[in-house]
């Protein structure tokens, strides 16, 4: 198997990023459309497209998905009114949460989005070695059959068309929250149009809240809080072990669907 990853940016600055774990027969496939990807994201045409194809050289880790939790709430007051309390819920110190809130709010790598996450202790202390780029979860991807459930489920609940994004999503959340150390993930998305994010954690799953910031919002990004992390293994773990999501726990509509 190999890992195939694509990251975009223009002017130094991060557009967009994706990555499949796939078979030697499908690289080319893939590749291209991860070239397509980068060429027509909102944000804007790069200057550079960075592509990466390389074997897999540890054994790959097989998981099954979070369930994912569907909230609904009218805007991102609310939305993050629920993040709030699912962290405390959660564990999480209240000022770790206002915190992450307010560096995904402002942008956490000096105003500008960082290509990967915050790393958070439960002091409020960041633990990523480098603050601009943060912490990339990479070599992860679904089966198609997990992904044909996946993709089944959210078109009863009406979501498909975000297909895409939530299957990215729950795919990396799966990862972070199975490796060790990891209590709860803080995301909402980056892109200008996309408003929906989420609290993920092994305890409650990948509870979805459709408004985290207001449309045309350009930041966004994600938060790790940890506890009794042995640094350099976990940044390892996140970024080297391959983790293949094969089977979607399935979905809980809560408050019905948005
Ligand atoms: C992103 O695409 O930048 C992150 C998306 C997070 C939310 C995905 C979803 O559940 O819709
Ligand atoms: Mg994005």
Redesign the pocket.
Known sequence: MFSVRMRAEKNKKHISGAENLVEKTKIQTIVSGLVDRALSHEKGEPDLINITVETLKIPIKKVTSLPLILMNVENETEGKKLARKLLLELGIPALCIEKSISLLEKGPAIGENMRGAIIMDLKGNRLETDKVRGIRVSRMDITEEAANELFNALSVSGLSS?FT??S??LILATKVESVKGTIAEL?????PS?T???VASQKMGYI?IPHLKKKGDPF?GRVFFVNNIDHGKYITEMEQTPVLVTKFRGIIELFGKK
Do not use: H, K, L, V
Not at 187 to 191: E, I, K, L, Y
């Open positions: 975000y994004n939530i990215e999503a995301c909402w998305s980056d892109d996309y929906a994010g989420y979805r966004g």
